[in-house]
């Protein structure tokens, strides 16, 4: 079981920037590709970025790349969400997810491959 808990969401102008977090339980993060994905409004759940267990692999939605960088650190168990230039658009709850991936630094973005997701963190961008 692996538990994971977002923050840093919140309001704030188009043009800005924020900081998510997603701080995870368990003493084997290090094997976890961890994904954020979002849902807007009347939306479906769609994917925004992934990083692998080691960092040696990314991936990006295309409306996102250049805008988000996806980063962790495994010494703190934590994954973090960079956002910035952020656009009515992004307004969003956006959740972390975990796959255990020990044998791949493969990035998959369908929301069904990862077993353990956040409660959500709410991020609002105002125009």
């Known amino acids: 079981q692996v538990q994971l808990v977002e923050s840093g969401g919140g309001l704030v102008q188009a043009g800005g920037s924020l900081r998510l977090s997603c701080a995870a339980s368990?003493?084997?993060?290090?094997?976890?590709?961890i994904a954020w994905f979002r849902q807007a409004p009347g939306k479906e759940r769609e994917f925004v970025a992934g990083i692998s267990g080691s960092a040696d692999n990314t991936d990006y939605a295309y409306s996102v790349k250049g805008r988000f960088t996806i980063s962790r650190d495994n010494a703190k168990n934590t994954v973090y969400l960079e956002m910035n230039s952020l656009k009515p658009g992004d307004t969003a709850v956006y959740y972390c997810a975990v796959r255990f991936s020990p044998m791949t630094s493969q990035i998959i973005q369908r929301e069904y491959e990862y077993r353990y997701w956040g409660q959500g963190t709410r991020v609002t961008v105002s125009s």
């Open positions: 368990g003493s084997t993060f290090s094997l976890y590709v």
